[in-house]
Nanobody
Framework: QVQLVESGGGLVQPGGSLRLSCAAS????????MGWYRQAPGKEREMVAT???????NYADSVKGRFTVSRDNAKNTMYLQMNSLKPEDTAVYYC?????????WGQGTQVTVSS
């Protein structure tokens, strides 16, 4: 059964950078549009960035110009490069298909932006 595992989160200072990874146990990225999502305490899960099979990328207005999504189909891995991080980016980040139909959601990876 296909599994999605997020990694790469951590504690960074405002203005810093992180690169998140989403590894799939099976062939997923070559046949599905994918996306990154995040959820902060007390808030609903929201879409951060998506990437279609043909390479079209979309970003939430709050992260546009700072985040970049990419994927390596050969490695069954998707990435989220996050630059110029702000405290408002603090959340648990998840990967899933776009639309997010895969169940269950992975454990996610915690990103904390603080001094």
């Amino acid at each position: 059964q296909v599994q999605l595992v997020e990694s790469g989160g951590g504690l960074v200072q405002p203005g810093g950078s992180l690169r998140l990874s989403c590894a799939a146990s099976g062939r997923v990225f070559s046949i599905n549009a994918m996306g990154w999502y995040r959820q902060a305490p007390g808030k609903e899960r929201e879409m951060v960035a998506t990437r279609s099979v043909n390479g079209r990328a979309n970003y939430a207005d709050s992260v546009k110009g700072r985040f970049t999504v990419s994927r390596d189909n050969a490695k069954n891995t998707m990435y989220l490069q996050m630059n110029s991080l702000k405290p408002e980016d603090t959340a648990v980040y998840y990967c899933n298909t776009d639309p997010p139909w895969f169940r269950p959601w992975g454990q996610g990876t915690q990103v904390t932006v603080s001094s």
